[in-house]
Every structure is written in C-alpha cells, then in structure tokens.
C-alpha cells in the first residue's frame, strides 16, 4: 500500500538561504508563511502570503491569514485535499464553491542549468475550473508583506513600482538603510535589497501597494485602493505594507484557466568574498534586474515544461530505486539542498557554489557540509562540488592559515574572508574529517568528470593533506568530526575509515595523473590501514565506535566511498556484518547514530543503507526515516538530526546536507555506467 507524505514543511519559494519561504502545517491556509528561520531573534519569522478567492461574489480563504492576530474572525476557507511536492514544484488543490484550484510554487533549480538556478525567481501559478459544470465568476487575491526583506519588523521600508515592456508591471519594496553585506550570522534574514511582485500581463490586473489593511477592504466590498500608499518610510510592524494583485478569471467553465506571477528578490551583492563584494551569478554578465525579470516571465512556459520533466525522470528513478518512500523524501530534499547555497562568480571567472551551514552556526563554504551534499551535485553537475572547493584551497594556501591541515570553512554566512568555527584552537579543528572530505570530494569529481585538471591545480594541498592523514589517520587522537554535536572523541573507528578512504583516494588521483609508482603506494597502504582497522575494531558480530571501548558501536557512513571508487579495501564481510547489526539495533524512526545516544543523522541513514546488497535490507533502514517525516511534531524544514524514538528534532533545519539523501541514486547511475 502506498502512503501519502505529510511534509514537516512545504517548502513554498525557495532560491537561496535568504529568500526561502516556507509552510509549516498540514493545509496553506492554517497558518501563515514563515522564513525558515521561524520564531527567533525577537522575530515572528512570518513572510506573509494571503490568498483569497472570490466565487460569484463570496469570498474564500486559501492561502496565509489575513490578519496578524487571533482577535479577528478569519473568512471561511476553500477545502485543501491534495497537497504534490515535486522536486521542483508544491502544488496544492483546493475544491468549494463549486469550483477546483490549484496553487502551484515552482521555483527552477535545473541543476543542468546554471542560467536559470540562478536566477533569483520563483513562480506562482493559479488554475481554476468549474467542478460542478455550472458558470462562475472567479477573481483570486494575493498579497506578500514588507517582513519579507527585513530582518526584523521594527526596520523601515520603502516601495515603488515600475512598468516594464511587453505589459509587465514590477512593484518593489526595500529596507531604507540598505546595509549590504551588513548583517551576518546563523539566525538572520536580509534587510537589503529589493522584493519584487511582478505582474506578467498587467493590463488583466489590479494592483497596489499599500497596508495589510486593504485585505478586510477587498473581503468586504472586492475593491483595492485607487493608488499606491504614500505614507513612506515607515516600520514594518506599522500598518505592514503588503504588494498585492486581484487576477480576474472572469467567467469559468470546466475548461482550465491559468495566470501566473513571479516573485523574486534583488539582493544587489550576495556574498563578500575575500574582501570583495560579488553579486549572483546571473549578474556576472551585466544583466539588470529588469532585464532579468523579462526573460524569466517569457521563458516561463518552457521552464514548466523542463521542470515537469524533470520531476517525472527524478521521481520514477527514485521509486525504482527505492520505492515510493525514497521517491518522497528525495523530493522533498532537492530545493532544500540546493536553496541552502548562493552561486556566483570570482574575479577570474570561476564558480563559487557557497553553502550556508543553516541553523548550526551560519557557517559559509563549511567542508562537512559540502561533504554530505556531493552525491545529488555529483548525479547533476559535479561542477558545483568544484565551487565548493575553491574557498577552501584558496584559504588554505593563504597566509592566514597556520595548519597543515584543510579547514572547516571560510566564514560566517554572507561574509566569506576567513574560517570562523575555533580558528585558533588548534584543538577545536576537524583535521582528519577535512583532509578526508577534501580529497574524497576530489576524487569523486574527478572520476564523474573523467578530468584530472582540478586536481593537478591544487595538487600541493592535495598531497599535504594526503600525508597528514597517512601519519595521522589510523588511530584518531581526541579531536572532533563532523558529528560534532557528539562531542570529541579519541580512536574514533568511522573517523579512521574516512582517512583510509582518504588515502586510497589520493591513490586513484596520482593515477589519473600518470603517477603509477605513487598510485600502487598509497593504495598499498590504504590497504594496508584497512586490515588493521578491522582487527582493531572487530567486536564479535560487529565493529566498535572506538578502538578502545569494546561494546560499542556506529553507523559506518564513511565506508561507502570504498565502494563508490571500487577500491574494496574493506571486505564485503565487514560490510554486511555490520548491516545486520544496525538493522537489529533499529528503533521506531531508524538506526540511532551509535550507542552513545537514540539520535541519528538522516543523511548518514540513507549512505549506511547504501552498503546493503540486498534491497530488502536497503528499504528497512530507510523507511524508518519516511515515517519520522511523516509523523514528526517538528513542523521544520527537513531536518537531519533528530531521535529515533521520540521524533523529536534535536536541532538543524534547512541544511543542504539533505544532498545527500540522493546516494542511493548515485549508486544506481555509477552501476548504470559501469
């Protein structure tokens, strides 16, 4: 029998880790929209969204609430009973009034085409239709708030529109400061740049701009204001400003009638890199915002069809992978995974694909945030994994850094100058974790893009980092992983495994540089790591959490490289061995992490599952995670930590390691092409 999902939360709009807007309830219209943030920092966390429906003069809720507190009687609401979230879309239907809706949010993440990713635009399309076979009138209302571009309500704003050609009408709204590159840090929401509510064909339409107020008038009487609100600058938490619009379907039958609009954001500068200032990547070439609007209006009925598409190949392959719960949780993860990054350019051209480490610590270009991620990146465009990298070889061959080995990241979100997570405490790093994710990373895009350019660039940090983890890696000192949640930890058997894989890696790298001498070393002495690591971890029926503390163990994510690069230096025995006994320590919402805690990381979950051979074992570690999803109580974007017993979410939200959920499609399309 197959489930419906019922997502902790809809993600509704989302481009990158400031314009992500999201639902959080099991209908659109029992709560407002929120920010992914949420309730935080003296903030609501609300980016309102209303939408309203007027059939043959009465008037019906679908989306958001029209009013900020609970002291007035919210209109009566069309019946939500159908909620789609596709790779690329959320489509909701709605049936009353003897007519069908349907509400569909598709912002364009083509991960095969960067021109489109990129543009900071997402789409709202409405479709109506008669249900019972008579006429009726149809108008729809929808607005969106100024809380949208400030980081909180107390900030000023300013709104103005502009008509653009081929009868667009743009209306803008903005904070009045407009500190760029101000602000920045985990729990945060931008307060520069420009909102945008664009009106394809504004000639069919009504707007203005004006207060949250003219949504009691339209409810009342079905009329907007004359003009556009003069009473500027003001708070947002004062009379908020909303950009609204009244489509007019006129006269329905049971043929469809479809309108779209565009929402989309001008962040003017996106990240700060080095010291420079550099805007997205779909300004690199001069395009103005007006410009951009234009295009992303007239391509709007190709890229429905491309991203009809797309979720059609995405979907079937999952289900055939992994059945109809892998397909739903791989669909809910793919905006989310991308969203948390912002894509741009540096001053030689090269792309940066910079990830924000969402609620954990606002990190930006994080190594163990990236490392998880590669596998949908690696399905679609390795390209982007390289944007990854480059922060992280450029900072590290700069005076600033002291350590022999790779760091963690390069700053805190938007500000990309320099590691921020325990820079000088030596004893605070993760040198084993981001030697190994660093040289795996490479290896995996260099074998999916069959290259060796990008290693040979940065060869010098390679073999550095190859050799701290030759000397190093086998029996970790006390320091922390990726895991870092769990503390520190010394003889770490799964973090042993990663500088293993490391080392091999490095191996396959010197070969497809022509080094045939140093390939048959390292590889031999990968080798040779590994059947140490198996006497030194081998516990009975399974394998320790530390070399040293008999009786525990850990999920060993890190050994699915070993399959990936078919370097097989681990045996299959060790493999099976250890999924029969994580499906034996199981609970209601999966395999906890180790035996430390009931907690466990979904990412690690499904790259744990991909070490079963037989499917049967793959789909009983994975379902678990569905029904956590399902059933949790934690109405969040996709988290990735949270306890196997409870489902309750320990933290995290948002975060772009969901990329990583994608790996048991990365072993089907490696299996498909060997």
Known sequence: MTFVLRPPAVPLVTTDPYFSVWSSNDHLYDDHTHHWTYQSGGTTGIHGMVGMVRVDGKVWRFMGKLFQTDNEQEPDHLEQIQLTVDPLNTIYLFEGAGITLQVEFMTPLLLNNLEVLARPASYITFEVWSKDGNQHDVQIYFDVTGEWCVHDTSQQVNWSRLTLANDMED???????????????????????????????????????????????????????????????????????????????????????????????????????????????WKRNGQTIEEMLQVAVSEYPSIKQECYQFNKELRQKAMDVGGYTYRDIVSLAYRQAIAAHKLVVDENGDLLFLSKENNSNGCIGTVDVSYPSIPLFLIYNPELIKGMMRPIFRYARSEEWPYEFAPHDVGCYPIANGQVYGKNERGNQMPIEECGNMLIMMTAVCLAEGRKDFAEENWDLLTLWAKYLTDNGLDPGHQLCTDDFAGHLAHNSNLSIKAIVGIGSYGLLCGLLGNVEEKARYIKQAQQMANEWEQ???????????????????????????????????????????????????????????????????????????????????????????????????????????????????????????????????????????
């Open 536 to 674: 030194m971890a081998s516990d009975k029926d399974h394998y320790k959490l530390t070399f040293d503390q008999s009786g525990t163990w850990s999920l060993k994510y890190n050994m699915i490289w070993d399959n990936i690069f078919s370097l097989n230096l681990f045996s299959k025995d060790v493999k099976q061995k250890e999924i029969k006994y994580y499906l034996r320590q199981q609970n209601q919402f999966g395999t906890p992490l180790d035996n430390r805690d009931t907690y466990t990381k979904a990412d690690w979950l499904v790259w744990t599952a991909g070490l079963a051979n037989q499917k049967k074992d793959v789909l009983s570690l994975i379902e678990p995670l569905w029904h956590f999803l399902n059933e949790t109580e934690d109405r969040v974007p996709f988290t990735d930590w949270y306890d196997t017993k409870t489902g309750k979410r320990l933290n995290f939200k948002n975060r772009s390691v969901v990329g990583g959920l994608f790996m048991l499609l990365l072993i089907e399309s490696d299996s498909d092409n060997n």
């Open 171 to 281: 209306m803008t709204i903005g904070s009045v400061d407009q500190p760029v590159l101000k602000r920045q840090g985990d729990d945060t929401r931008i307060d520069w740049g420009y909102f945008h509510l664009v009106l394809p064909y504004s000639s069919q339409t009504e707007s203005v701009i004006h207060s949250i107020e003219i949504r009691k008038q339209w409810l009342e009487n079905g009329s907007l204001p004359e003009n556009d609100d003069i009473n500027m600058p003001r708070k947002v938490n004062e009379n908020c400003p909303v950009m609204a619009t009244v489509l007019d379907f006129g006269t329905i039958h049971s043929e469809k009638k479809s309108k779209f609009l565009v929402l989309a954001y001008d962040d003017i500068a996106s990240v700060e890199y080095f010291h420079q200032p550099l805007p997205g990547y």
